[in-house]
């Protein structure tokens, strides 16, 4: 009898953290490796939300709390999705979670039965196909195009439902190619789903505040209301507030599903940590001009990256609508040979000999469903993504 469960083998290591840890083994060797991996925000969570914390701890807010998370913070979920997505939520239809990820998670398992289909667009996060297979559904990939903004379009929506159909993840602006979807565009998705009514959307809101220029941000339910007794809208404040290690993700959504993640979460992790949810509390309910100030942080840095990029020999850049991503194609140096002779292949090779010979950490597209590509993350300083980019326009002028 063997030891590990079978589910296990049907999950892949992440891709992200594998890059990462090849770039912790060069700069152990003491090399300057510039680290474009991770999609971690680099500012520090802004001072009031870390008060409201520490306040929490002075007042004893330090014991279990309710399984889908203190009232205050419930409320102030509630007040957020009415005050920016114009959704009715009452603050029962709301679930507080150790992280985005683990309201995903929850969700999936309340729902997926063995041979559930759940139709997901790539490229896609890295979790959504693993955690689809970890509840025994099986994930159907929607494939976008570089043409299309990596967008999903209808008609390959409306291919890819089946009865077994449960759930359709959409994820605006994209982790990881940057996609927002506009409202026009997000209702032809809605005028698909209207016409399957078995079919749920669990919309990934993480990086709503991360949109760029005149990009006006919506949702799924608040563009289609007749959605929205069948869409599960999750949000949270890691990439919004640069809050990634706080642990607080959130949904809302109709209350039977509410009450099944609930339930779930019962005999699971219970209440996340008290502390936190207080520092939720005032993420949401507190001054916003932290969002808009790294706004415009971020789309500076989008804007660097993408113009270096596409001055790249082989490098083609779209500019993305959100997230502090891009999604180049490295179509045009596949084939090509290295100066030592190695020959690119695929995205992955492009990737592993750009860390090997310029130290620059990026992640391929195939790890995300789609390539060839490979994933830049500019969360990080003006100084580095300038000197990354350098970088890779050498990189790519190398090869032959
Ligand atoms: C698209 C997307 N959804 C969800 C998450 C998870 O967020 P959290 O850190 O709150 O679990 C991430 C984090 O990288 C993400 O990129």
């Given at each position: 009898m063997a030891f590990l469960a079978d589910a296990l083998s049907r999950v892949k290591p992440s891709a992200t953290i594998a890059v990462s840890q090849k770039k912790r083994e060069l700069q152990a060797q003491g090399l300057t490796v510039i680290g474009?991996?991770?999609?971690?925000?680099?500012f520090d969570t802004p001072e009031n939300v870390k008060q409201a914390a520490i306040d929490a701890i002075r007042r004893g807010e330090t014991k279990y709390t309710p399984v889908a998370g203190i009232k205050p913070l419930r409320e102030a979920i509630a007040a957020k999705f009415k005050r920016e997505n114009n959704l009715d939520y009452d603050w029962t239809q709301t679930i507080v979670g150790t992280g985005g990820k683990h309201i995903l998670f929850n969700a999936l398992m309340a729902t997926i039965n063995p041979g559930d289909e759940v139709i997901i667009p790539s490229p896609?996060?890295?979790s959504y196909p693993e955690m689809v297979a970890l509840c025994g559904g099986t994930p159907i990939f929607a494939q976008t195009k570089i043409e299309h903004g990596f967008k999903l379009q209808p008609d390959v929506l409306e291919a890819a439902?089946?009865?077994?159909?449960?759930w359709l993840i959409l994820n605006s602006?994209?982790?990881?190619?940057g996609a927002a979807y506009t409202g026009d565009e997000l209702k032809a998705i809605a005028d698909v789903l209207l016409k399957h009514p078995h079919v749920w959307v669990l919309t990934?809101?993480?990086?709503?505040?991360?949109t760029y220029g005149d990009f006006k941000f919506r949702t799924i339910a608040e563009v289609e209301p007749n959605l929205y007794d069948r869409t599960l809208t999750m949000n949270g404040v890691s990439k919004a507030y640069a809050?990634?290690?706080?642990r607080i993700g959130y949904a809302a959504g109709p209350i039977e599903l509410i009450k099944a993640m609930d339930k779930i979460q019962s005999q699971q992790?219970?209440?996340?940590c008290s502390i936190a949810q207080w520092a939720a509390v005032e993420a949401l309910n507190?001054?916003?001009?932290f969002v808009a100030k790294n706004k415009a942080i971020f789309q500076s840095r989008r804007d660097l990256v993408v113009s270096m990029l596409n001055q790249a020999a082989g490098i083609k850049c779209p500019t993305p609508e959100g997230a502090f991503y891009v999604y180049p194609s490295c179509e045009g140096l596949i084939g090509k040979k290295t100066p030592?002779?190695?020959?690119?292949?695929t995205d992955e090779d492009f990737v592993t000999e750009l860390l090997m010979t310029e130290h620059v950490a990026v992640v391929h597209g195939s790890a995300f469903g789609l390539g060839p590509n490979f994933r830049i993350s500019y969360a990080t300083s003006e100084d580095l993504l300038e000197e990354a980019c350098r970088r890779i326009q050498r990189f790519a002028a190398s090869l032959r």
């Open positions: 474009l991996e991770m999609g971690e925000p680099d896609y996060w890295v439902i089946t009865p077994k159909t449960k602006p994209s982790n990881p190619s990934d809101d993480m990086y709503e505040h991360l809050m990634t290690g706080w992790t219970s209440g996340t507190g001054p916003q001009d030592s002779g190695k020959v690119i292949e």
